[in-house]
């Protein structure tokens, strides 16, 4: 093979190689514009649930308003979005509504690192961010 053969050959495969790596970022491209107005969705969700689970946890004794749109976000459209971290993070919310675990000035359980309302709300919170961090931009994860 020739030398003006081989660089023929070089930039058929070059050629070849940005061909192929155009095509793959189209996809990837068309997949994320796909996904974008249920992100967004998401995004607009979790960011409500955290607005309430936060409004209740700073508010005593709690608006009837607010615990009726955790409420429904919990037995509604959060079970639609969550991953197995948010529903955890909802989980430990509700019980602690059940149990009476105290808002943002409430006094500290015994032996638990999780000790109030306000603490579960950030929980929320944090799963949220990184759930959407995974989705959307891992420069969400920053912590």
Known sequence: MTTEEKI?????????GGLLFGIVQFFQVQAIEAAKP??????SWC?????TTASIAITTPPDDEDLQNFARAYWGVMGLIENQQIADAMK???????DGIPG?????????SIVTLS??????AHA???ELSAEWSA???RR
């Open 119 to 124: 603490d579960l709300s950030l929980n929320l």
């Open 92 to 98: 430990a919310f509700d019980q602690g509504l059940r």
């Open 104 to 112: 943002l000035a409430g006094p500290k359980l015994e032996g638990s």
């Open 139 to 141: 420069s969400w994860s």
């Open 47 to 51: 960011e409500q649930a955290v607005r």
């Open 38 to 43: 249920f992100l967004e969705r998401k995004l």
């Open 128 to 130: 949220c961010r990184a």
């Open 8 to 16: 023929k050959a070089i930039a058929a495969f070059v050629g070849l």
